[in-house]
């Protein structure tokens, strides 16, 4: 049974967060409720089915998207830029910039260990989430959403499949002195379109800063700024 509160503000919410006008409650609102929840209030089925049906679409438009732009790419540098951007830490930080966390409904354990900013719940209910998505509006619908959330990330790393990200870079090269990055971030705009602002520090020497649409944007911004640094 659809709880008439919670489908009205998870309705409004995700439409507005997301970009899609959901039409079906129910459907949403399972693609929200983690097993935790499904068993204390005796329903049947949890968000687990949608998670497998949304991570086949995802990984089918991003496919698709890569085999479309991308046609100097090789199948194995494909598939690491897919298994770059389709992860666990991707889809949680994708889930966080549409404040997908507050919405998950979870058992009462579950929330006081805080499963609503978990990386493996916030990934699952993402995938659950586009699951809802391709039941409702089909295929084309939900690639358009994928790329509209995901193109900017496939294209950062697709620039440079295979190689260690710019962040990765950095530290390496610091390592080498004995140091290490630390990150300073700034954000500004509204909640559906912040943009963020990164430095990046070793000790109290700034090295490099960069913005973007995602704190791991901004600070791969400034990582590369900081990084060409030291190549020059």
């Known amino acids: 049974m659809v709880d008439p509160d919670i489908a009205v503000n998870a309705l409004e919410r995700i439409s507005a967060e997301l970009g899609h006008e959901f039409d079906d409650a129910a459907l949403l609102q399972r693609a929200l409720m983690h097993r935790s929840y499904a068993a204390e209030h005796s329903l049947d089925e949890s968000y687990e089915r949608l998670e497998f049906l949304g991570d086949a679409v995802l990984q089918l438009a991003v496919t698709h998207y890569l085999f479309r732009e991308y046609p100097n790419l090789s199948e194995g540098e494909m598939a690491k830029v897919r298994a770059a951007v389709v992860n666990e830490k991707t889809l949680a930080e994708l889930a966080r910039g549409i ?33 809802a998505v391709y039941l409702e509006a089909g295929f084309e619908t939900t690639k358009d959403l994928v790329l509209q ?7 950062e790393r697709a620039s440079a499949p295979g190689q260690a990200d710019y962040k990765t870079r950095l530290q390496e090269i610091l390592a080498q002195a004995g140091q290490r990055p630390h990150y ?28 973007g649409s995602s704190k791991k944007r901004a600070e791969q911004a400034a990582a590369r700024s900081a990084s060409q640094g030291f190549t020059r």
């Open 99 to 131: 404040a997908l966390g507050p919405l998950v409904l979870l058992g009462r354990g579950e929330e006081l260990t805080g499963g609503a900013d978990k990386d493996s719940i916030l990934s699952d209910v993402m995938e659950s989430v586009l699951g």
């Open 149 to 155: 959330h995901w193109a900017p990330v496939v294209d």
């Open 184 to 211: 300073l971030i700034e954000e500004e705009g509204p909640e559906h379109s912040k943009q963020f602002s990164a430095s990046v520090y070793a000790d109290d020497q700034l090295l490099g800063s960069g913005t």
